[in-house]
């Protein structure tokens, strides 16, 4: 089977660009968390979770750069990678790219380069260097809603609070998901949703 090589694909808005590694990485890690808030609830023993959103997948790597039988300056290779730091003049920001390499097609940004040079030439000149790269996953809003699997309600509801019902309930019963609750707080102008009155009628807004 043929070496794939691994590459880094660079989305400057009007054009993209290739940035090849010279040596495909050892190994790489993924890193994804999730964010929840702990609400303590009087009566209850433990706090209740609720989901806030989803955490940004890391993917960090060692990249190994040598030109020493050539007899040229690494940074040559290792400049096109840290570069990816600095920001794009179309875009005001630093570029999107993709990490792909086999079945890993990761897209991200670069958040942090740390380069380490161990060969020189005589002259002082880096042959040798080992850069440890960190992307993290960047999706526009638009690819994310797209991405969400939503339980949405038909219509906007109306709902009279039980004794004890706190709004996660509803959210658990209406969507399906006791983690949106924070839509029909904000629908309603709750504050603090702890300090809700059983019999107070609430609308229930239909998820978009």
Same mark, same amino acid.
């Given at each position: ?8 694909? @660079? ?9 090849? @590694? ?7 890690? =993924? ?18 979770? &609720? ?20 007899? *040229? ?11 990816? =730091? ?17 079945? /890993?097609?990761?897209?991200? @940004?670069?958040?942090?380069?740390? &380069?380490?040079?161990?060969?020189? =030439? ?8 080992? /850069? ?27 709902? *009279?609070?039980?004794?004890?019902? &706190? ?28 300090? /809700?009155?059983?019999?107070?009628? @609430? *609308? ?5």
């Amino acid at each position: 089977m043929a070496l794939k090589k691994a590459m880094i694909i @660079v989305d400057k808005g009007t054009s993209k660009e290739t940035v090849e @590694v010279l040596f495909n990485p050892n190994e790489y890690s =993924l890193d994804t968390s999730n964010s929840y808030s702990w609400d303590p609830v009087p009566g209850l023993s433990m706090p209740i979770g &609720q989901f806030v959103s989803g955490g940004t997948t890391s993917l960090t790597m060692d990249i190994f750069f040598d030109t020493y039988e050539k007899g *040229t300056d690494v940074r040559e290779y290792t400049k096109k990678i840290s570069g990816l =730091l600095d920001v794009e003049k179309g875009l005001h920001a630093p570029p999107v790219c993709r990490f792909v390499w086999g079945s /890993l097609d990761f897209k991200g @940004v670069v958040e942090k380069v740390n &380069q380490r040079f161990t060969m020189f =030439l005589d002259s002082g000149i880096p042959v040798r260097a080992t /850069l440890k790269v960190s992307f993290k996953s960047w999706h526009s809003k638009k690819e994310q809603l797209q991405d969400i699997p939503r339980e949405s309600a038909d219509r906007t509801k109306q709902k *009279t609070l039980k004794q004890g019902e &706190q709004l996660w309930m509803v959210a658990a019963q209406e969507y399906e998901n006791p983690g949106l609750w924070r839509e029909i707080a904000s629908a309603n102008g709750i504050d603090n949703p702890l300090k /809700l009155q059983s019999g107070r009628r @609430v *609308t229930v807004p239909r998820l978009e």
